[in-house]
C-alpha cells in the first residue's frame, strides 16, 4: 500500500465505525472538495449498499451558486439523501441581529442553524471534513470529537485514541463530530482526487471573475459585499483553494485548469489554504477556536 492507500484505508474505517457505533449520523455537506471526498470515499466504504449518511448542507444564503450547483448534482447522480436548512430562517425566528459590514459573512450564524438541525433530525453523530494540517484549533482535534448536551467543543473532555481505538459511548442528547480525513493533508486531497478522476465544481479551477483586493487578497465581486469608493474591481484570472461563503472566500490568481496543474502550484507553496484565503480565519489569534467551542462545525 502507498501513502494514498493507507490514508484511504484509515478514512473507511472510521467511516465504519460510524456507521457501527451511531444511530443516526449525517455527513455535512459543504459542496467543497473536501466533503465531495468524504461522499467518495463512503460510497466506496458501503458499496453496493446505499451510503447509510443522510448529507446536511446548512445554507447561509451566501454561497457560491457553482458550489450550490455541484451540490445538487452529486445529489442525484448518487442517489443520496439531503437535508438543507437555511441560515436566513434561523435568523427571523430567532430574532438574531444579521452580519454587517464590508464583508457581512454568515459563519457564525451556521452554529445557530446546524445545532437546531441536528435537534430537529437527532444526529447523534455529524461526519465533517476537517483536516489538521488546515488550522491550529483543528490540528487539537481528536477523530471522534465529544460534545455534551450542550454541543459546546471542551478540549478537556476529550477521550483518548490510542490503538485505532474510537470510542463513540454518549448519553441521549450528546453528539459527536466525526473528522475521516483528520491525517490528510491538502495535497493528498487532490493526489486522491486525481487518481480518482473525482468532479468537483469549477470554482476549484482557473477562470475569469470580477474581484477586488481587500488587505492583499482577491475576494469576489457579489451581491453580498458592500463595496466603497476605493474598491478597484478588475476582472482576473482567479481559482479558489477552499470554498466557503462569499463573504469570507478569497480567491489566488492562478493559471491552473487541471488537477496536475493544481497540485504543480501546491507543491511551490507553504501557506494553507485557510491561512492564505479564508477572511474569517483572521478575525482574531482565536477565531476558528472561538467558534467551535459554541458548536460550530
Known sequence: MDYLDQLESESIFILREVAGQFSNPAL?????????????????????????????????????????????????????????????????????PDATGKLPSRNTHQTYTLLETISEFGFDCCIGGARRDEEKARAKERIFSFRGKDNMWKPQLQRPEVWDILNGRIHEGENVRAFPLSNWTERDVWEYIQRHTIELPSLYFAHEREVFKLNGRWVANSPFVKLDSNDQLETRKVRFRTVGDMTCTAAIESEASTVQEVLNELYQTELSERGQTRLDDHISETGMEDRKVQGYF
Open 28 to 96: 455535512l455537506f459543504s459542496g467543497g472538495k473536501d466533503s465531495i471526498t468524504l461522499v467518495h470515499l463512503s460510497i466506496k466504504a458501503f458499496f453496493p449498499l446505499q451510503v447509510p449518511f443522510t448529507l446536511v448542507h446548512i445554507d447561509t444564503g451566501h454561497n457560491f451558486k457553482e458550489a450550490l450547483e455541484f451540490r445538487d448534482y452529486l445529489v442525484k447522480k448518487h442517489g443520496l439523501r439531503l437535508v438543507v436548512r437555511q441560515v436566513e430562517d434561523t435568523i427571523k425566528r430567532k430574532n438574531i
